[in-house]
């Protein structure tokens, strides 16, 4: 155990103490204000406040933690040795840095509450954050400070052993559209065949034509060839289902369509499945209920994880939503736009929210990237993206993090837009376990 000095115990600092040294180091942690329990303390030990009390080992305290509320604070990059970092210490701190607080604003998304402009979806964009603009999105900065600080603590503390993490790789399979043709209702099949003719999309209408008679397979079905190559390289996959009602944005296939029922009972068979919110469940509790309710119809478990559809969601409302409805684990966090760590970290977390000052049950997984930001975002070819796809992975391997990507069951298809993308897929799972082994 190591116990930490600091003038006053808040939940912010409990919290991020916490994560650091208990969820990230597997170090349990604990607190004291009593000069004199810090001085008998004869195992690892380190002060966070304002000046040190002896020699010990002491981080010097920015007042982000001690606060309470938001403000707009000015931060200034500067590094440590050759990872960027923020809030400096000064002189007499062993790091250059007030590595908790530094990480805490960027865990909690602290400048997610700060007002912003928005997208055409509502959502924050990786343009507005401080790792975009100071260049280190790409890069869990958190996870390699804390890297960093595990090894100074080594040295300090030579008798105590610091666990080693293991290396995570988890594959997401979010299904917008479940089927391209198959089992629509009959007044959208007319309307896309009627489309397709006045735009002279040929291949969509015949390839339409084929698959309703039973001639071919529907290119979107791909869902057998991601259950095999989960066991064919031993990877934990997660299916988010979306189940709304149709509007512009939600398109996915009846939920009351037998068929569409039967695959997600299938698919519950042999992986996990989650929820995936609809476009308009951002701030709408009663809608993201409905959605819940209806996929715990289908597959007769509690629902208990969930990704956001358009990665749309508000801090902290949508997160406040998902725990009133005792959604456990989120997967939302990463940007459309941007493939990265908008945490800046690649490790899960449990969500602090800001409005009340407390850690939250909710876990947080973050996610590295997603194939429509490689493809449709950043207009990269296959072969780019898995060269993308490979730096963020040794990223993440570099600290024994989790590795979470997010794929589409359409992308596998080829079909398309997804032309030349059908093995793209295959060959990540193979980049993956040749690394990993």
């Keep these: 155990m190591i116990l930490v000095y600091t003038h006053k115990i808040t939940p912010r600092v409990r919290y991020i103490f916490k994560h650091i040294f208990t969820r990230v180091l597997l170090v349990p942690v604990s607190f004291t204000t009593k000069v004199e329990d810090f001085v008998a303390h004869n195992g690892p030990k380190m002060s966070y406040t304002k000046v040190p009390l002896g020699k010990e080992f002491f981080v010097k305290s920015n007042e982000l933690l001690f606060e309470q509320g938001i403000n707009d604070l000015e931060i200034t990059l500067s590094s440590w040795d050759d990872t960027p970092c923020f809030f400096n210490a000064g002189p007499h701190s062993s790091i250059p840095f007030d590595i908790f607080a530094a990480s805490f604003y960027l865990i909690s998304r602290y400048e997610e509450y700060l007002p912003h402009v928005r997208d055409i979806h509502e959502r924050f964009t990786a343009e507005q954050s401080l790792a975009y603009n100071f260049k280190f999105l790409e890069k869990p ?121 039967l695959l997600i009972k299938h698919i519950a068979d042999y992986a996990s499945v989650g929820l995936h919110p609809s476009y308009y469940t951002m701030k709408n509790s009663v809608m993201l209920k409905k959605e819940k309710d209806r996929l715990e119809s289908i597959t007769n478990i509690p629902t208990t994880i969930s990704r956001q559809h358009f990665l749309r969601f508000s801090l902290p409302e949508t997160y406040q939503n998902l725990i009133d409805l005792e959604i456990e684990e989120d997967y939302s966090m990463g940007y459309a736009s941007h493939v990265g760590f908008r945490a800046s970290t690649s490790i899960p977390f449990h969500f602090f929210d800001l409005d009340f000052e407390i850690q939250t049950p909710l876990l947080i997984h973050p996610f590295a990237l997603m194939d429509t930001t490689l493809n449709d975002y950043m207009g990269l070819t296959p072969k780019q993206s898995l060269g993308r796809t490979k730096d963020l992975l040794n990223e993440v391997m570099n600290v024994n993090g989790t590795f979470i990507t997010l794929f589409h069951n359409e992308s596998l298809s080829g079909y398309l837009r997804w032309n030349g993308w059908e093995k793209v897929y295959d060959k990540m799972q193979k980049l993956i376990h040749t690394h990993v082994n």
């Design 141 to 261: 900065v958190v996870d390699i400070w804390v890297v960093k600080l595990k090894t100074i603590l080594k040295l300090r503390f030579p008798e105590y052993h610091f666990p080693d993490r293991e290396f995570r790789y988890i594959s997401t399979i979010d299904v917008d559209n479940a089927f391209a043709y198959k089992y629509k209702s009959f007044v959208r099949t007319f309307g896309a065949f009627i489309s397709d003719f006045f735009k002279l999309q040929i291949r969509s209408f015949w390839s339409r034509v084929l698959v309703l008679l039973r001639i071919r397979k529907d290119p979107y079905n791909t869902f057998e060839k991601i259950l095999t190559l989960s066991k064919t390289y031993d990877v934990k996959v997660i299916f988010f289902f979306l189940i709304a009602d149709y509007t512009t944005f939600d398109t996915n296939v009846s939920a009351t369509k037998r068929q569409f029922r």
